[in-house]
C-alpha cells in the first residue's frame, strides 16, 4: 500500500521541476543560514575561482590521480604494518574497512558554501571552499590522528568546548574602567596554513609533550604526513590535489581578547600589535579595532559596570528554517528543540530581560513556520520550568546526572530505524520488547540471564533510534556535481 505522502500535489510538482532544472543548484550557506539556488554555470565558475589557484591546488590526470592513490593506499598499509604495536587493532581494523569501502572512488569531493553574510565583492559572492573527505582514502586514518590529537587539543590554554564554557570563563572577570574588547579572524585560514612550517612546528611539540599524552609519538607524526600531504579529490570530472595548504584533522575558531588601553601608546602598541599577528608562516589576521561590545560565536559580548555580560548573536541573514508541523519527524523532535532552545537561551543570556526577549523572538519564529498557539504553549511552559531546575543544579548534582545516565547507557540496546509517521509507533514497539524480550510472562526477565561466562547480560532498556528520512536538503544540496551539465574540464578551455 502505498504511504500518504506529507507534501501537497503542486509541492510536488514544483519539487520535481527544481530537481530537474538542468541550469540549477542549490548550494549552502556559510555559517548554517540556509540554501542558495545559483546558476550551474555560476557554481562552476566560483569554486574554479578557488581551484585555479596554483599555491593551493593542482589539477592532476585521473592517470596521475589513481596512481597516487595506488601509492598512498601501500603507503598507509606499510605505516600500518610498522606500527602494529602501537596502534590499537579495532583502529587498525577500522582504517582498512574504510580504504576497503571507498575502494571504487577513494576521491575526496571539492564544493564551496557562500558567505552571503559578507555580501557582494566586485560583483560576486564569496565562497568557503570545502574538500569533503568522507569518501577519501585517507578518512579512516585521519579520524584516528583526531582521536590522538584531541587531548592535545583540549590541553591548550586557548581551549574551551563551547559557548557555555566561555560564558562561565567570562562570567568570573572584574574589569578595569579602560578594558575593551575586540577579535580577531583568520583570513582563509586553512587554505593559508603552509604545510612544511605547519608539520614542523606541530612534530616538534608533539615530541617535546610525549610524555604528557598517551599518543604514539612518531606513529602520529607520520600519519600527519600523510595526510596533510595526500589530499587528493575530485570536483566533477576535475582530479585534483592540495599543494601547500592543510587540512587540520582538529578544527580551529578566530579568537577573543580583552585589552587594557593606554592612552599615550596605544595606537603604537596596536599596530605592533597586529603585525607580530601578521607575520606567521602566512596567516592573515583581520583584528577588529578594540570596542566594547563584539560579536564572537554565538554571543554578543559587552562591557557593562566592570562585567562583561552575554547574549545570544544572530546573522541578519538566519532563515530560522525550523521544522514546520507536516514535517515528517517523531513527535519528540518539537519537544527537544524547544526544551534545548530555552535552555540554551537562558544560560547564555546575562540578563533575564535579554533572555526573554529572544525566547520571545523563537516563539514566533515557530508560528510563522506553521505551529499554532495552542500546541506551542504547553511545551514552552515545560520547557521554562527544565531549564529553571538545570540552572539551579549544582556542579555536583550534574555530574551526578551524567555518571548515571552514562551508567545506564551500558544497560541499554539501540533498535535503529527510520522514522516513518505510518509505521508502529515506538510505544507500540516498547510493548513488544517488553511483552517478548525483556519480561516475558512466566520466564528470567533478559537482564537476570547469564551469558556464557556466567555474568549477567545486564540490558533491560530498548531505546528505540530513529533516523530521519530524506529531507529537502538531502534532495536539493548537491556536493558530487559530475553529470549534472556540462563537464567542468570543458569550462578551462
Same mark, same amino acid.
Given at each position: 500500500?502505498?504511504?500518504?505522502?506529507?507534501?501537497?500535489?503542486? %509541492?510536488?510538482?514544483?519539487?520535481?521541476?527544481?530537481?530537474?532544472?538542468?541550469?540549477?543548484?542549490?548550494?549552502? @550557506?556559510?555559517?548554517?543560514?540556509?540554501?542558495?539556488?545559483?546558476?550551474?554555470? %555560476?557554481?562552476? #565558475?566560483?569554486?574554479?575561482?578557488?581551484?585555479?589557484?596554483? #599555491?593551493?591546488?593542482?589539477?592532476?590526470?585521473?592517470?596521475?590521480?589513481?596512481?597516487?592513490?595506488?601509492?598512498?593506499?601501500?603507503?598507509?598499509?606499510?605505516?600500518?604494518?610498522?606500527?602494529?604495536?602501537?596502534?590499537?587493532?579495532?583502529?587498525?581494523?577500522?582504517?582498512?574497512?574504510?580504504?576497503?569501502?571507498?575502494?571504487?572512488?577513494?576521491?575526496?569531493?571539492? =564544493?564551496?558554501? =557562500?558567505?552571503?553574510?559578507?555580501?557582494?565583492?566586485?560583483?560576486?559572492?564569496?565562497?568557503?571552499?570545502?574538500?569533503?573527505?568522507?569518501?577519501?582514502?585517507?578518512?579512516?586514518?585521519?579520524?584516528?590522528?583526531?582521536?590522538?590529537?584531541?587531548?592535545?587539543?583540549?590541553?591548550?590554554?586557548?581551549?574551551?568546548?563551547?559557548?557555555?564554557?566561555?560564558?562561565?570563563?567570562?562570567?568570573?572577570? #572584574?574589569?578595569?574602567?579602560? @578594558?575593551?574588547?575586540?577579535?580577531?579572524?583568520?583570513?582563509?585560514?586553512?587554505?593559508?596554513?603552509?604545510?612544511?612550517?605547519?608539520?614542523?612546528?606541530?612534530? #616538534?611539540?608533539?615530541?617535546?609533550?610525549?610524555?604528557?599524552?598517551?599518543?604514539?609519538?612518531? @606513529?602520529?607524526?607520520?600519519? *600527519?604526513?600523510?595526510?596533510?600531504?595526500?589530499?587528493?579529490?575530485?570536483?566533477?570530472?576535475?582530479?585534483?590535489?592540495?599543494?601547500?595548504?592543510?587540512?587540520?584533522?582538529?578544527?580551529?575558531?578566530?579568537?577573543?581578547?580583552?585589552?587594557?588601553?593606554?592612552? *599615550?601608546?596605544?595606537?603604537?602598541?596596536?599596530?605592533?600589535?597586529? *603585525?607580530?599577528?601578521?607575520?606567521?608562516?602566512?596567516?592573515?589576521?583581520?583584528?577588529?579595532?578594540?570596542?566594547?561590545?563584539?560579536?564572537?560565536?554565538?554571543?554578543?559580548?559587552?562591557?557593562?559596570?566592570?562585567?562583561?555580560?552575554?547574549?545570544?548573536?544572530?546573522?541578519?541573514?538566519?532563515?530560522?528554517?525550523?521544522?514546520?508541523?507536516?514535517?515528517?519527524?517523531?513527535?519528540?523532535?518539537?519537544?527537544?528543540?524547544?526544551?534545548? %532552545?530555552?535552555?540554551?537561551?537562558?544560560?547564555?543570556?546575562?540578563?533575564?530581560?535579554?533572555?526573554?526577549?529572544?525566547?520571545?523572538?523563537?516563539?514566533?519564529?515557530?508560528?510563522?513556520?506553521?505551529?499554532?498557539?495552542?500546541?506551542?504553549?504547553?511545551?514552552?511552559?515545560?520547557?521554562?520550568?527544565?531549564?529553571?531546575?538545570?540552572?539551579?543544579?549544582?556542579?555536583?548534582?550534574?555530574?551526578?546526572?551524567?555518571?548515571?545516565?552514562?551508567?545506564?547507557?551500558?544497560?541499554?540496546?539501540?533498535?535503529?530505524?527510520?522514522?516513518?509517521?505510518?509505521?508502529?509507533?515506538?510505544?507500540?514497539?516498547?510493548?513488544?520488547?517488553?511483552?517478548?524480550?525483556?519480561?516475558?510472562?512466566?520466564?528470567?526477565?533478559?537482564? %537476570?540471564?547469564?551469558?556464557?561466562?556466567?555474568?549477567?547480560?545486564?540490558?533491560?532498556?530498548?531505546?528505540?533510534?530513529?533516523?530521519?528520512?530524506?529531507?529537502?536538503?538531502?534532495?536539493?544540496?548537491?556536493?558530487?556535481?559530475?553529470?549534472?551539465?556540462?563537464?567542468?574540464?570543458?569550462?578551462?578551455?
Amino acid at each position: 500500500m502505498k504511504a500518504t505522502s506529507n507534501l501537497l500535489p503542486y %509541492q510536488e510538482r514544483i519539487m520535481e521541476s527544481l530537481l530537474n532544472d538542468p541550469n540549477l543548484l542549490f548550494p549552502l @550557506a556559510d555559517k548554517g543560514l540556509g540554501p542558495c539556488a545559483v546558476s550551474y554555470d %555560476q557554481y562552476i #565558475e566560483d569554486c574554479l575561482i578557488h581551484l585555479k589557484n596554483q #599555491e593551493c591546488y593542482s589539477l592532476i590526470s585521473e592517470r596521475d590521480a589513481k596512481l597516487a592513490i595506488d601509492l598512498l593506499e601501500d603507503d598507509i598499509e606499510k605505516w600500518l604494518k610498522k606500527y602494529k604495536h602501537q596502534v590499537d587493532g579495532m583502529h587498525a581494523k577500522y582504517i582498512l574497512k574504510h580504504m576497503a569501502s571507498v575502494s571504487t572512488s577513494p576521491f575526496g569531493q571539492f =564544493y564551496v558554501l =557562500y558567505k552571503i553574510h559578507k555580501g557582494m565583492k566586485n560583483g560576486r559572492w564569496p565562497t568557503r571552499p570545502v574538500c569533503s573527505d568522507v569518501s577519501s582514502l585517507t578518512h579512516g586514518l585521519g579520524k584516528w590522528v583526531n582521536e590522538m590529537l584531541t587531548p592535545v587539543q583540549k590541553a591548550q590554554q586557548s581551549y574551551f568546548q563551547d559557548s557555555f564554557e566561555l560564558k562561565k570563563m567570562l562570567d568570573g572577570l #572584574e574589569l578595569p574602567p579602560n @578594558a575593551r574588547l575586540f577579535t580577531a579572524d583568520a583570513t582563509s585560514m586553512y587554505t593559508n596554513i603552509k604545510t612544511e612550517p605547519a608539520l614542523a612546528e606541530l612534530s #616538534e611539540y608533539l615530541r617535546e609533550k610525549s610524555n604528557e599524552f598517551s599518543y604514539p609519538c612518531e @606513529a602520529l607524526i607520520e600519519a *600527519l604526513d600523510l595526510v596533510f600531504r595526500n589530499n587528493y579529490f575530485k570536483f566533477g570530472d576535475l582530479y585534483c590535489k592540495q599543494i601547500s595548504p592543510c587540512r587540520y584533522p582538529c578544527g580551529g575558531r578566530g579568537g577573543i581578547w580583552l585589552l587594557y588601553e593606554d592612552p *599615550l601608546v596605544n595606537d603604537q602598541r596596536w599596530n605592533d600589535f597586529t *603585525l607580530d599577528m601578521n607575520g606567521w608562516n602566512g596567516l592573515e589576521w583581520v583584528c577588529e579595532k578594540p570596542t566594547t561590545t563584539v560579536n564572537f560565536m554565538d554571543l554578543t559580548i559587552r562591557i557593562e559596570n566592570g562585567r562583561l555580560v552575554t547574549t545570544i548573536f544572530e546573522k541578519a541573514q538566519n532563515l530560522y528554517l525550523y521544522i514546520p508541523p507536516h514535517s515528517s519527524h517523531p513527535k519528540g523532535v518539537l519537544t527537544g528543540l524547544i526544551f534545548g %532552545q530555552v535552555l540554551r537561551i537562558r544560560r547564555l543570556c546575562s540578563l533575564s530581560t535579554d533572555a526573554d526577549e529572544k525566547i520571545s523572538q523563537f516563539f514566533e519564529r515557530l508560528q510563522h513556520r506553521g505551529h499554532t498557539t495552542a500546541s506551542l504553549v504547553p511545551l514552552f511552559s515545560r520547557a521554562e520550568k527544565n531549564a529553571s531546575r538545570f540552572i539551579n543544579r549544582s556542579t555536583e548534582d550534574i555530574d551526578r546526572l551524567k555518571q548515571k545516565k552514562w551508567i545506564d547507557s551500558r544497560k541499554q540496546i539501540y533498535f535503529h530505524l527510520q522514522f516513518h509517521p505510518e509505521n508502529p509507533s515506538s510505544r507500540a514497539i516498547q510493548e513488544i520488547w517488553k511483552k517478548h524480550v525483556s519480561h516475558p510472562p512466566k520466564e528470567t526477565p533478559l537482564s %537476570q540471564m547469564k551469558n556464557l561466562d556466567n555474568e549477567r547480560v545486564g540490558f533491560s532498556k530498548l531505546v528505540v533510534a530513529y533516523s530521519r528520512p530524506l529531507n529537502l536538503q538531502n534532495r536539493f544540496s548537491v556536493r558530487d556535481i559530475h553529470g549534472r551539465g556540462k563537464e567542468v574540464s570543458k569550462y578551462l578551455a
